[in-house]
């Protein structure tokens, strides 16, 4: 349901209450308005003009606290335009006079420009280092570069992005209970009673978001829906972690501290304050320098301008430029220092100042000592870092530390960087890896590593035997052998000739290596200059010898292959259906008489058949004449196969003889 929508009889008693203080009191300075009605603001920002002092805007209220001391308090109700500002591109922070801090989230707006930067703020810190700020499921636990996962909700008044750091809601990142969507918000604009008042309900506890704790939102605050108050020195001196108005008020300020203190964490300081030049004193008030400090110390700022509160992450000396986040979008933006942005002067900032958690560090983990890297590889440096947010800078040294030169100058602080490695090799080489913003926070390799220049195979055959020495066959294994440079894991395969994988060998680790393998029955082979491809891959890098497995001679050579038609005619190739005869004409080439030799052919995996010649006697010759038929067109990768029984083994020698069968 909407707050109490008839309230104009209200604001004319309230008016006529104001204007009675003013007219007795002799005018503002001596006004005493605690706090200040929210009735003051609610004029389109976009449409009315600002200008002049602090005192001339609608967002800024002379008030007298408690304790009779003067303030300002200054609003920021302010929603998205419907025209954005334009992004901008930021400099890499290897440009002169440029920092821009990482790992700062940038989130839409969610219920309120101020409660989204304290939120994108806290992001940050939960991302660098406090990592108990968010611990919600999404993730895992960290908070996202954008709010976007979470969606949106749109209003009558105004489309809201989720957050549960800026605003918890029920249903959202979880949640199954009321958060502070659910007992705060109506609609953008809205002054009357919060949901939790009106159905008489309790207030979700405990308080949970930036903006809970902020007072966004809430009208016991007198925080319309969509803003939030902060209080300021008119001095120009800092107004630190002000509860000068409490319980009836709440400065966004001490709201952010008592967030942070929620969440576990000390928060050191907390201020806010004018502008220099925006405040009575001259001499008094945050400037650009005091700004850039803060950034250098990694620690983004609120921004105040005239009704909105931005996130600055960033800096350019040139022309003064702060780069932030300003609630809109997810995008970069820029605008000058003590300038606008989108027609809204900047009045001011806020600064929190948290304990660290721990101290920032680095630690290098590649490479580390002992490494040997070659020229023209691709390698990743690795390292890890805690506590920081800004990108890092990535050296080499060639003589143990004595002198650096820069691989990298600006890049992410992501934990890795792979480098393709060049230069003079060296045995006494180092890397560090060392903070932008915080150059003490640094590692280097503990120990020298090597750069070799003239790279060496990663593997090399050492040797390849087999055992007994007769040839290769299913009961007769080779043992292979491989040795390498380094330490690896190992795997092998074996291949005939022509490319056709038939052997796998097993795997293995260390320098050296060894396997043994056997062919199956159906690839028994031996014979002079029976040659294989063996290929040994180590850690991803492959290499290939080709090997003589055996070096018995063949007690048979094949001395003719041909074919013939029927007519026992020559042919050079048969056709598909016809039939056909596979000539083959063996010699006895051994010393010995030869019992029970046949030739099987094989076409592929068929077998077509087999020419018999029974028993030779040495140095004699026979053919056989195998007739085939019934093949279909096409080429094929045949092979004919001699046995012969020698001493009870029957060993097999392949040929490989291709025809094709035409149409």
């Known amino acids: 349901m909407y707050k109490s929508g008839a309230k104009a009889l209200k604001y004319l008693l309230v008016i006529g209450l104001v204007m009675l203080v003013l007219v007795s009191s002799g005018g503002p300075a001596s006004a005493k308005i605690s706090p200040p009605s929210a009735m003051d603001w609610l004029v389109d920002p976009f449409t009315s003009s600002v200008g002049g002092t602090l005192l001339n805007s609608k967002y800024a209220s002379k008030v007298v606290d408690r304790g009779g001391r003067e303030l300002y308090r200054m609003v920021t109700p302010v929603k998205p335009p419907e025209t954005k500002v334009p992004a901008v591109e930021v400099p890499q922070n290897s440009t002169a006079g440029v920092l821009s801090l990482g790992n700062v989230p940038a989130f839409d707006w ?93 207030e979700h506890s405990p308080l949970d978001s930036a903006g809970d704790f902020m007072g966004t939102n809430q009208s016991k605050y ?90 600055g992450d960033g800096y350019n000396t040139i022309g003064n430029l702060v780069y932030l986040h300003d609630t809109w979008d997810y995008s970069d933006h820029q605008m000058t220092w003590g300038g606008s942005y989108s027609g809204m002067a900047q009045w001011g900032v806020t600064v929190l100042l948290l304990l660290p958690a721990s101290p920032a560090s680095i630690t290098l983990t590649s490479p580390n000592g002992g490494e040997n890297w070659m020229v023209g590889e691709s390698r990743a440096i690795q390292w890890s870092s805690f506590g920081l947010s800004s990108n890092v800078a990535i050296e080499l040294s060639r003589n143990g530390g004595s002198a650096w030169e820069t691989l990298f100058s600006d890049t992410a602080n992501d934990g890795s960087e ?90 293995g680790s260390g320098i050296a290596y060894s396997a043994t393998w056997a062919p199956t ?53 048969p056709k598909a259906g016809q039939a056909f005869f596979v000539v083959i004409g063996i010699k006895n080439s051994s010393t010995g008489s030869l019992s029970s030799v046949f030739a099987p052919v094989m076409v592929g995996d068929r077998y077509i058949g087999a020419g018999g010649f029974g028993n030779l006697q040495p140095g004699q010759q026979a053919s056989s004449y195998l007739r085939c038929g019934g093949l279909t067109a096409g080429s094929f990768i045949n092979k004919i196969y001699v046995w012969v029984n020698l001493g009870g083994y029957p060993l097999a020698l392949p040929i490989d003889f291709p025809f094709t069968v035409l149409p």
């Open 222 to 311: 007198s925080s319309m829906d969509g803003s939030t108050s902060f209080y300021y020195e008119p001095s120009g001196a800092p107004l630190s972690d002000y509860t000068g108005n409490e319980p009836e008020d709440r400065d966004g300020c001490h709201g952010m501290r008592l967030f942070a203190e929620s969440r576990g964490y000390t928060v050191l300081a907390n201020f806010t304050q004018l502008i220099r030049g925006k405040g009575s004193n001259p001499v008094l008030g945050f400037t650009f320098a005091n700004y850039c400090s803060e950034i250098d110390a990694g620690r983004p700022v609120l921004i105040q301008v005239n009704g909105h509160t931005m996130l």
């Open 110 to 202: 969610s219920y309120g420009c101020s409660a989204t930067s304290a939120a994108m703020m806290f992001g940050y810190y939960d991302r660098t280092g406090y990592p108990n700020i968010y611990t919600g499921p999404t993730n895992s636990g960290v908070t996202p570069m954008t709010n976007s996962v979470w969606g949106h909700t749109a209003y009558p008044g105004a489309t809201c992005g989720e957050s549960p750091l800026s605003a918890t809601h029920n249903g959202v990142d979880g949640r199954a209970t009321r958060g502070h969507v659910d007992d705060y918000w109506i609609d953008y604009g809205n002054t009357g009673p919060d949901p939790y008042i009106v159905n008489s309900w309790t």
């Open 521 to 573: 029955v159906s690839q028994n082979f031996c014979g002079s200059g029976f040659y294989a491809m063996v290929q040994v891959t180590v850690d991803g890098e492959t290499r290939t010898s080709t090997v003589a497995f055996a070096t018995e001679n063949y007690p048979v050579k094949i001395v003719q292959t041909s074919l013939a038609d029927e007519a026992f005619q020559p042919i050079a190739n």
């Open 418 to 507: 792979s480098w393709t490695v060049g230069g003079t090799p060296s045995g006494a080489c180092r890397v560090r890896v060392t903070s932008i913003i915080s150059p003490g926070v640094n590692d280097a390799s503990d120990g020298n590593f090597t750069i070799s220049g003239t790279p060496s195979l990663p593997l090399a055959i050492g040797s390849i035997s087999a055992t007994p020495n007769a040839g290769i066959s299913s009961w007769n294994p080779v043992t292979i052998r491989a040795s390498a440079n380094r330490s690896g894991n190992w795997t092998g395969t074996v291949h005939h000739p022509s490319g056709i994988q038939i052997g796998i060998l097993a795997s």
